[in-house]
């Protein structure tokens, strides 16, 4: 496991420690520790299942945690129920308050914290006018798109200025178009506000637009903690670097200083420091390949598909490899049958 | 109120017609009709249903091998639209006094056959054409034995309204009939001049004891369990029901004076679909031994006065028939004119804030 | 609704035509059988009938209000407790629609009389010197009536607590608010419905009770189903009977209507 540059030690708003949670038999969360800087967003990304949401729940309060603990800012939360936790959360499916109009749901945390009627009408008209929906404060939940509720439920969590702004997959209902556009406003009004920002989802594409860092879990535990492109091209182990975009792996021994032995006898040249007789796992990005790449592959293409900017084509390499293969689209669409060679230099591949 | 109306009667006919045919009776005395595979008897259950199944149905259907079939509640709703709509499922129906006179003028009921009962050692009040007196119950005194010993205990009503000498919690029934004579007795007047009720003068004595009333009670069975609990030291009930207390050791004794005697009666639906049998019933239910199997069971004596006589020693002093003259006769008649009246007068009583 | 999907529902609709409408049809008729409206002017003219009517509704609209005190909380419990629990809580809820109501009722007389357990163990323990009048009165029939009729709450109230996605309380709590204020806030607006269906299940039941007031009332408390039921079996006077019942009938739709607008614009709110 890496950690990432993104956050400085003293700045840390977030600090979970050693958290751990089974439920019976299963290991829910495994000994979670990590940090998150103040105005940082980090994306939390795993499968389902991978615990990501559990940890959400302990940093919100639903969910105690049997070992570990959670500080904000310096003070120790761990025990603190959720209603003193101060920390804004949208939810997968947003739990608005469906007989409460979008004004009394901006509203209702600032009326817990006793905020006086004036004061409340200001800031309320403040969050809806950040989020867009100035002029629909009568209306009930229930009579807004998707995308409008998602707004209230932001501005609801937002409204009252907490530590901490938390959410769960707020996009997954969602349109494709919409989600892009709602992400870029999260993210822009996050900035703005300079929040400190969980963001949970398993979609690995989400998580690159929108995060300072990402960490990403499976089985409970943190795989990696990183900058988005670092754990892009820099993947720690094979779980994320599957689970991150499209990927080619495979495994090898160190045979020479910058020379990896695969198991069918190939040899590639790498960019790697990784002392020789070491197993390494190797990845290549589909698009890192190019005509003309020191470490050549010919193989017959078995699919190809047209996605617009690029053919991505699957081919079965000599040796039973398969490999996939993002290339500019031009010309048109080579045929399946066809054989072709691609090369990939030696910086394009990532050694681990 | 309309009261004729079309009946079927082509099941009678066949009676009818035998009857008319047979003058002098006997000689056509086999020709009974063709024998059903059941009859069909309505009556209250319970234990009453036990005991008239040992001594009743169980004979009559060896004798006759008709199977006996029993239903219930008694219910003079249900009667009256099983004969206004023709689909007559009772072939004989236990019958309470007023409803029997009350069906007879409405026209509901059959006539009891003489030459197939004999109620020839009845009494002259017993002999109704359509209704068959089946036994005699009464509304008496029932009292703890624990707290009234050695015949300390109310014996009038004149002594069970006198709260100071007879103290503690009594239970009545929440209905005009017995109280009212109850209370006109207890106000002086004497048990044969009761009828016609006095109104006025039967609740403004009721007024009196109204507040000593714990409960009032509306099934049978609660007075018993009212003094076994001992909620109540002093309850008007049902005599059986005292009697079967009483038979399993229970700490009740009975007070059988100025007693309100009632009589259960059986009647046959018109259009019921085995009359004839139905009159075999009652022949069996007239027979004075086993009215003696019946009352040594229930308390419920039959009225063939014989039947005293087939009765355990034991067993005679719990019957009500032993105490005629002691009691009185409910009046059915006038029930059946004033019940409606006295039902709403009582309603309103009852409402009445003490 | 368009008509060819209203074909499935025709057997209920004849169902609900031949022994539900026909009957209160034909009762209407009675009530009215003389040609004139003689029965309606006695059931609304006299003083006894009147009174009658009231208690009844007084009784009803008690019981009602009880079973909701009790019945919110208990379904409420059941419907955010595990699941073990959940089904201990409705074993018992149900157990007394299992049970006869005399087997019910003579329980209640065991429980409550003079001698009963009750008295006694409140006697012995030095808590009360006399027994407490808890039987053959209003508070009896009371008693009596809300175990009966406690199922009839419990459940719709469970149901729309259930009904409520998790999520909605949890995110109170996470803005900020305490268990108290998410139950006026959330729960309670939001499972209205239950409440109002609970109320009136338990309402319109309470008005046809004879049994339980009869047993347990000592006779004291007189509810409108006893004369009706005196009417039809022992007076015979079904014309009566039949306007009592309809008079009762029209009542129970206007508190029905009052009850509906009332928590619809709860609701809605």
Known sequence: MRTGKGAGEGSAELLIEGVAKRFGDVVALDHVSLQVAQGELLTILGPSGSGKTTLLKVVAGFETPDAGRVTVGGANITALPPAKRDIGMVFQNYALFPHLSVKANVAFPLEMRNVGRAEIDRRVGEALAMVELAGYEARLPKQLSGGQQQRVALARAIVFNPRLLLLDEPFGALDRKLRETMQLEVRRLQRRLGLTTIFITHDQEEALVLSDRIAVMNKGAIQQIATTTEIYERPANDFVADFVGESNILHGTMSAPGLVALPDGRKLMVDSEAAPGAKVGVLMRPERFAPGGINEFTGEIVEAVYLGTTFKLRLACEGGQELLVRQPARGPLPAAGTTITVGIDPEAIHVF | MDIKRPHRRHVLSLVGGAAAVGVSGRAFAQAEPPKPTQIVVNHSGGSMGTAMRKAFFNGFEKKYGIRVVETSPVDFGKLRAMVDSGNVEWDLTEIGGQDAIRASKLNLLDKVDPKVVDRSKYPPTAQNPNVFASSVYTTIIGYRTDVFKGGTHPKSWAEWWDVKKFPGARSMRNHPTDNLEFALIADGVPKDKVYPIDFDRAFKKLDQIKPHVTAWWSTGQQPAQLLLDKEVVLATGWNGRFYDVIKKGGPIEIEWNEGALKQGSFAIPRGAKNPYWANKMLAELAVPQQQAVYASELGYPGLNLESLNFVDAKVKPYLPTAYLDKQFWISDEWYAENGAKAQELWNAWMLKKA | ?269
């Open chain 3, 1 to 269: 609704m368009t008509t060819r999907a209203a074909w499935p529902a025709l057997p209920a609709l004849i169902l609900l035509l031949v022994f539900f409408l026909f009957p209160v049809v034909r009762m209407l008729g009675f009530s009215v059988e003389a040609g004139t409206l003689d029965w309606y002017a006695k059931a609304l003219g006299e003083g006894l009938y009147l009174r009658v009517f009231w208690n009844t509704f007084e009784i009803a609209l008690l019981v009602t209000l009880f079973c909701l005190l009790l019945g919110y909380p208990l379904g409420f419990l059941m419907a955010t407790t595990t699941p073990g629990w959940a089904t201990f809580g409705f074993i018992c809820v149900l157990l007394p629609l299992w049970t006869s109501v005399l087997v019910r009722t003579y329980a209640w007389m065991v429980l409550l009389g003079r001698n009963g357990v009750l008295n006694r163990t409140l006697m012995e323990s030095g808590l009360t010197t006399d027994p407490l009048p808890l039987l053959h009165n209003f508070t009896g029939v009371l008693i009596g009536m809300v175990h009966v009729l406690l199922p009839y709450m419990v459940l719709p109230i469970y149901g729309a607590v259930r009904r409520v996605d998790p999520a909605i309380p949890a995110a109170a709590a996470g803005l900020g608010a305490s268990s108290a204020r998410i139950f006026w806030r959330i729960y309670l607006p939001l499972t209205l419905n239950g409440i109002f269906a609970g109320s009136v299940l338990v309402f319109v039941l309470s008005l046809g009770f004879f049994i339980t007031p009869a047993l347990l009332g000592g006779g004291r408390v007189m509810m409108i189903a006893v004369l009706i039921e005196q009417q039809v079996r022992e007076t015979l006077n079904w014309p009566f009977a039949a306007a009592l019942s309809a008079v009762l009938l029209v009542f129970t739709f206007a508190v029905y209507a009052v009850a509906q607008r009332f928590t619809q614009s709860e609701a809605t709110r």
